[in-house]
């Protein structure tokens, strides 16, 4: 089992920045990827950013390229996003994934939520225009 928290989420106005943290615990050895995503009303939940915990290869969604950063502590076994320039579409539940099954051969990214075993309670982002 591993457990993940949040946090770091918040109300800030259109450009500017926040950064998400995610506390992970219990079998964290067991984790090869994790990644964020987000969920704004009435939308489905969807990939935002991801990084193998390993080596750090990292992916974007197209939406957040150039903006946000995912990062990673594996010493602390935290998770990060620095968001910049935040916009008003980026309002919406943040949630913290991690990928316990070995990595695939091939591209090292995984955008599905179908493709990751454990998620945290979420954080929520506004941002204000």
């Known amino acids: 089992q591993v457990q993940l928290v949040e946090s770091g989420g918040g109300l800030v106005q259109a450009g500017g920045s926040l950064r998400l943290s995610c506390a992970a615990s219990g079998r964290t050895s067991w984790t090869s990827y994790m990644g964020w995503f987000r969920q704004a009303p009435g939308k489905e939940r969807e990939f935002v950013a991801g990084i193998t915990w390993i080596k750090p290869y990292v992916y974007y969604s197209d939406s957040v390229k150039g903006r946000f950063t995912i990062s990673r502590d594996n010493a602390e076994n935290s998770l990060y996003l620095q968001m910049n320039n935040l916009k008003v579409e980026d309002t919406a539940v943040f949630y913290c994934?991690?990928?316990?099954?070995?990595?695939?051969?091939?591209?090292?990214?995984?955008?599905?939520?179908?493709?990751?075993?454990?998620w945290g309670q979420g954080t929520q982002v506004t941002v204000s225009s």
């Open positions: 994934a991690a990928r316990v099954r070995p990595l695939r051969s091939g591209p090292n990214y995984y955008t599905a939520n179908a493709e990751y075993d454990y």
